[in-house]
């Protein structure tokens, strides 16, 4: 595949968009949107809105790489409305979770309204005949899971011929999942002379097959490395026995004060700390498959409202959350995937504010926190909480010789 790369220098833009001192002028961007996002108080472009946004709006493919956090859809959002405002069609927007539709769909609401243009968020869990009669009203904009949107095209209350703009949003999360297959389906029902831009924090070798094979030419926009973790999240590791970690949840718990993300490996596990944690006084709620999507919406709105202080989470909402002020990630358990790693931190530390992750490791875990540090290039900080025993973080039976947890002389980035 060939590509064109823009460099963290921006020499590819135009000289207003090389700093971000105008704001959202000289991207290209019409006036009736930049009075939008004035009234939404859109006042500086993140770097991903910088770069992204004049070339989209010059109708090229993308596939653009940023860490989570940084704007991706406004990205793709500013410059959909504003082309299909000036040409007939319609957009597409896959997302791999129905809390990231969700949440695009809001994005998109803001902006594409004073238009006169009606989006339609397709996703599994919801009411089918909701989604029909938002269908019947003409949207110009469908936000869909890959899975509900086939359902809709299948039962033809959806045609995809008339796309002119189609987004793939966290694409290697939708491979991650297991969309591969309603992914390949869905690009061979849309029309091949399109504009298709592909965002994603991280680009594997299977997303950048797609790119090969759907997109024309795209444009490589790349701010932070694959793999790179949220540059204003400050990260430690507590190495613990399992049968200490929840000993030492109380503590933290304790010590910081604000709303708390904690991230399970499995939702039975979540549905456990959830109990613990209201045992020990605090308000929390769960997000995992075994959660309706009324009672995933009603969580994450409490969580966000204040309402409850931890939101206990699976991977299944580790891009799926937008909270800005998220005091603490912390991962009861490492993720099955080092990249998870990543795309759970970036969750805290969001729109240029400061975030700590946390993570607890036991004793026999060194192979899963070297993926990690490998992924992040920095070597993780190893902490030990006063008040907890010395012997719950780093003795345990049959440790041994074994143990590779002690802090390393090597510098921070490799």
Same mark, same amino acid.
């Given at each position: 595949?060939?590509?064109?790369?823009?460099?963290?220098?921006?020499?590819?833009?135009?000289?207003?968009?090389?700093?971000?001192?105008?704001?959202?002028?000289?991207?290209?961007?019409?006036?009736?949107?930049?009075?939008?996002?004035?009234?939404?108080?859109?006042?500086?472009?993140?770097?991903?809105?910088?770069?992204?946004?004049?070339?989209?709006?010059? @109708?090229?493919?993308?596939?653009?790489?940023?860490?989570?956090?940084? @704007?991706?859809?406004?990205?793709?959002?500013?410059?959909?409305?504003?082309?299909?405002?000036?040409?007939? @069609?319609? @957009?597409?927007?896959?997302?791999?979770?129905?809390?990231? #539709?969700?949440?695009?769909?809001?994005?998109?609401?803001?902006?594409?309204? &004073?238009?006169?243009?009606?989006?339609?968020?397709?996703?599994?869990?919801?009411?089918?005949?909701?989604?029909?009669?938002?269908? %019947?009203?003409?949207? $110009?904009?469908?936000? /869909?899971?890959?899975?509900?949107?086939?359902?809709?095209?299948?039962?033809?209350?959806?045609?995809?011929?008339?796309?002119?703009?189609?987004?793939?949003?966290?694409?290697?999360?939708?491979?991650?999942?297991?969309?591969? &297959?309603?992914?390949?389906?869905?690009?061979?029902?849309?029309?091949?002379?399109?504009?298709?831009?592909?965002?994603?924090?991280?680009?594997?070798?299977?997303?950048?097959?797609?790119?090969?094979?759907?997109?024309?030419?795209?444009?490589?926009?790349?701010?932070? +490395?694959?793999?790179?973790?949220? *540059?204003?999240?400050?990260?430690?590791?507590?190495?613990?026995?399992?049968?200490?970690?929840?000993?030492?949840?109380?503590?933290?718990? #304790?010590?910081?004060?604000? #709303?708390?993300?904690?991230?399970?490996?499995?939702?039975?596990?979540?549905?456990?700390? /959830?109990?613990?944690?209201?045992?020990?006084?605090?308000?929390?709620?769960?997000?995992?498959?075994? $959660?309706?999507?009324?009672? %995933?919406?009603?969580?994450?709105?409490?969580?966000?409202?204040?309402?409850?202080?931890?939101?206990?989470?699976?991977?299944?909402? /580790?891009?799926?959350?937008?909270?800005?002020?998220? *005091?603490?990630?912390?991962?009861?358990?490492?993720?099955?995937?080092?990249?998870?790693?990543?795309?759970?931190?970036? $969750?805290?530390?969001?729109?240029?504010?400061?975030?700590?992750?946390?993570?607890? /490791?036991? +004793?026999?875990?060194?192979?899963?926190?070297?993926?990690?540090?490998?992924?992040?290039?920095?070597?993780? +900080?190893?902490?030990?909480? &006063?008040?907890?025993?010395?012997?719950?973080?780093?003795?345990?039976?049959?440790?041994?010789?074994?143990?590779?947890? #002690? +802090?390393?002389?090597?510098?921070?980035?490799?």
């Amino acid at each position: 595949m060939m590509t064109h790369k823009t460099n963290n220098n921006n020499d590819d833009l135009p000289q207003a968009a090389r700093s971000s001192a105008d704001g959202f002028y000289g991207l290209g961007i019409a006036p009736k949107i930049l009075d939008i996002l004035e009234r939404i108080k859109f006042k500086v472009p993140t770097p991903i809105q910088l770069k992204a946004i004049p070339i989209a709006m010059q @109708g090229k493919d993308i596939v653009g790489v940023a860490q989570t956090g940084t @704007g991706k859809t406004h990205s793709f959002a500013i410059p959909m409305v504003q082309i299909l405002a000036q040409k007939k @069609g319609s @957009g597409l927007v896959l997302a791999p979770t129905r809390e990231l #539709a969700l949440q695009i769909d809001e994005a998109f609401q803001a902006i594409a309204r &004073p238009f006169g243009m009606k989006t339609a968020c397709l996703i599994g869990g919801a009411s089918m005949h909701e989604q029909i009669q938002a269908l %019947r009203r003409g949207p $110009r904009i469908i936000i /869909a899971t890959p899975g509900r949107l086939i359902d809709h095209v299948e039962q033809r209350y959806v045609t995809l011929g008339g796309v002119v703009m189609l987004v793939l949003d966290e694409a290697d999360r939708m491979l991650d999942m297991g969309f591969a &297959p309603q992914v390949d389906k869905i690009l061979r029902f849309v029309p091949k002379e399109r504009q298709t831009m592909l965002f994603s924090a991280t680009i594997p070798r299977e997303v950048m097959a797609i790119a090969a094979k759907y997109m024309k030419l795209p444009m490589s926009i790349e701010i932070a +490395p694959s793999g790179t973790a949220a *540059e204003h999240v400050t990260q430690e590791l507590f190495v613990v026995r399992k049968d200490a970690k929840s000993q030492l949840l109380r503590k933290l718990l #304790a010590q910081y004060h604000g #709303a708390v993300l904690l991230f399970s490996r499995t939702k039975h596990n979540a549905k456990k700390i /959830a109990h613990s944690i209201r045992d020990m006084g605090y308000t929390a709620a769960e997000m995992h498959s075994d $959660r309706s999507l009324g009672q %995933r919406r009603e969580a994450l709105g409490g969580f966000k409202s204040g309402k409850y202080k931890v939101l206990v989470a699976t991977d299944i909402a /580790a891009r799926g959350i937008d909270v800005t002020g998220i *005091e603490l990630v912390l991962n009861y358990d490492l993720p099955d995937d080092a990249q998870n790693y990543v795309h759970r931190i970036g $969750r805290t530390g969001r729109a240029g504010h400061k975030g700590h992750a946390i993570s607890f /490791a036991t +004793p026999d875990q060194s192979s899963d926190v070297r993926s990690i540090e490998k992924l992040i290039r920095a070597t993780l +900080p190893i902490a030990k909480h &006063p008040e907890i025993p010395q012997e719950q973080f780093d003795k345990s039976p049959g440790l041994g010789k074994s143990y590779h947890f #002690a +802090p390393r002389r090597r510098h921070g980035r490799r």
